[in-house]
């Protein structure tokens, strides 16, 4: 059974700093997605990853995918209050989703 | 161009009763999945269609059902409802070729619950 790993839940950081959330997972595959969710609101697809390597960046938000590690790392860079979400990783196995437990991230003034 | 749609956007329901739940996907999306998320987790894969044959099921019971029609719209069913199956159900589309292949793209969800 895939099991999707993220760490840490939650997140208090401050504005301007960086941080990391880890999305460990237990099976290969190649195909791994972030999405953002914010309170009541559907999931808003952030970053598809669909190779060892991979390394995407948007905003302040840069996500890499090491397939032989089977690590996904969503990287925050001087953080902003507008980022405050939770933040999903989910990993694709024959395109049924599997995802993390999420990270409650909330960026302090 | 429309997103996925979803409908209805909330729903109260009592233990016991039947619900239908529906979504269409995006203009050209041949597929669809079903999300179970329960508050404070994760959603969940309840069912995969495509070209109106179930490719995929999670671990949920017999009572879940769903169907994909040959607009490719569709519809999930739970029956007997019980308290735990109150949940945000998402609705995913994704294409089968093209520039979006890679990409499931989500509804707004439909909020269920049961009292």
């Known amino acids: 059974e895939l099991k999707v790993e993220q760490n840490p839940l939650f997140l208090s950081m401050q504005e301007g700093k960086n941080y990391t959330i880890y999305c460990n997972y237990s099976t290969t595959s190649d195909r791994l997605y972030w999405y953002r969710q914010d309170p009541g609101k559907s999931l808003e697809s952030l970053f598809v990853l669909l190779s060892n390597g991979a390394v995407k960046q948007e905003g302040r938000l840069m996500a890499s995918l090491d397939t032989k590690a089977r690590l996904s790392t969503l990287h925050i860079t001087a953080a902003v209050h507008d980022l405050s979400a939770t933040y999903f990783c989910a990993v694709d196995i024959s395109r049924q989703l599997t995802f993390g437990s999420g990270t409650q991230l909330t960026v302090l003034p | 161009d429309a997103g996925v749609t979803q409908s209805p956007t909330h729903l109260i329901k009592t233990r016991g009763q039947q619900v239908t739940l529906r979504c269409s996907p995006i203009s050209g999306h041949k597929s669809v999945s079903w999300y179970q998320q329960v508050l404070g987790q994760g959603p969940q894969f309840i069912f995969q269609?495509?070209?109106?044959?179930?490719?995929g099921r999670g671990n949920f019971p017999d009572r879940f059902s769903a169907r994909q029609f040959p607009n490719y719209s569709s519809e999930l069913n739970v029956n007997a409802l019980l308290l735990g199956d109150s949940a945000l159900y998402l609705c995913?589309?994704?294409?089968?070729?093209?520039?979006?292949?890679?990409?499931?793209?989500f509804g707004p969800g439909t909020r269920l619950t049961v009292l």
């Open positions: 995913a589309s994704r294409a089968v070729d093209g520039i979006d292949y890679n990409e499931q793209f």
């Open positions: 269609y495509y070209e109106k044959e179930e490719r």
